[in-house]
């Protein structure tokens, strides 16, 4: 027979090993999927304001399970105290297991203290979708926005999280931002460290 | 060519590949494929599903067929994975109109060289 090799068994399922597991995912599922998730909710909501906050919440639930996943998995359960760590951690890791590559770039805001901003020229999510005109300035990154919102407030940084699109010079698509404000106490605790 | 001239003629053709598929002598058919007149030929493609893609263009343009495929394969992607998009209505994703330009431009140059 093909594939007879002893496997361990283990008395409690707890003992188990968590494994990697499979790293990809059909983008096409993915993308199905995502437009359920889209369609659904539009049922449900009246306006498109509660469209994007039930899509950030969807994201939210995402974002604390992939924090303690990562944390365990790749940092040895070690978690992250400072301002620059997280955000690092959120751009690179967190990006990388989640869509396969690092956010674009990472940028501090000019006007305001509390402001940092993630950029990448096309979301995953966003990859198959056309915003209607009349849609206006709704943004299905609001998931991602969430996602992130769940992996910092988890980890101790309360934020408010939000996606934009940011027009750019020759290119017909814009890029899209997530805008993350930080709240005053991570702001003084920051201070305070240092 | 604006919205309700291209909703007639799809509805035209709609109902005249259907006829073609019980008028014909042989068993098996599944509609037309090429419609060949003076000013024009109009390629047509059907999918598993019976949606049919078809693109009307000066006669006898070569590779019509790869050009339908390929549009099929855009359809499935910016349109059916959009979740604003409602099916049987016109289509209206800006993805897909620039992408369906694209392929267009990029099979013209490669047909005609310039």
Not at chain 1, 167 to 193: D, H, M, N, S, Y
Request: glycine share 8%; net charge negative; charged share 25%.
């Amino acid at each position: 027979m093909i594939g007879t090799g002893k496997i361990k068994q283990y008395a409690n399922v707890l003992d188990k090993p968590l494994g990697k597991g499979k790293q990809e995912v059909s983008l096409s599922a993915f993308a199905f999927l995502f437009s359920e998730l889209v369609q659904y909710n539009q049922t449900q909501v009246d306006n498109i304001s509660e469209l994007e906050t039930r899509l950030e919440d969807a994201g939210y639930a995402v974002g604390a399970r992939v924090l303690e996943l990562l944390c365990q998995r790749d940092k040895g359960n070690r978690r992250e105290t400072r301002l620059l760590g997280i955000l690092s951690f959120v751009h690179s890791t967190v990006w990388k297991v989640l869509f396969g590559k690092v956010a674009d770039s990472l940028e501090k805001g000019t006007e305001h203290e509390d402001e940092y901003m993630i950029s990448e020229k096309e979301l995953l999510v966003n990859r198959f979708i056309s915003i209607p005109k009349d849609m206006g300035t709704f943004h299905c990154g609001a998931f991602v926005a969430g996602i992130v919102k769940g992996v910092l407030e988890n980890a101790g940084f309360p934020a408010v999280v939000t996606a934009h699109f940011v027009p750019v010079q020759g290119q017909q698509r814009p890029r899209t931002t997530i805008l993350i404000k930080f709240a005053e106490e991570v702001l003084r605790r920051e201070a305070r460290l240092g | 060519m604006d919205t309700n001239d291209s909703l007639r003629v799809a509805s035209l053709w709609h109902s005249m590949h259907a006829i073609s598929q019980q008028l014909s002598p042989t068993t098996g058919c599944s509609g037309i494929e090429l419609l060949e007149a003076d000013t024009f030929d109009l390629h047509c493609f059907q999918s598993l599903t019976g949606t049919k893609f078809f693109v009307v263009c000066e006669p006898g343009t070569q590779h019509m067929e790869a050009l339908l495929k390929v549009v099929y394969e855009l359809y499935t992607d910016y349109v059916l994975k959009n979740p604003f998009y409602e099916m049987e209505m016109p289509i209206r994703c800006e993805l897909f109109d620039i992408n369906l330009t694209q392929a267009v431009q990029k099979d013209r140059v490669a047909l005609l060289g310039r």
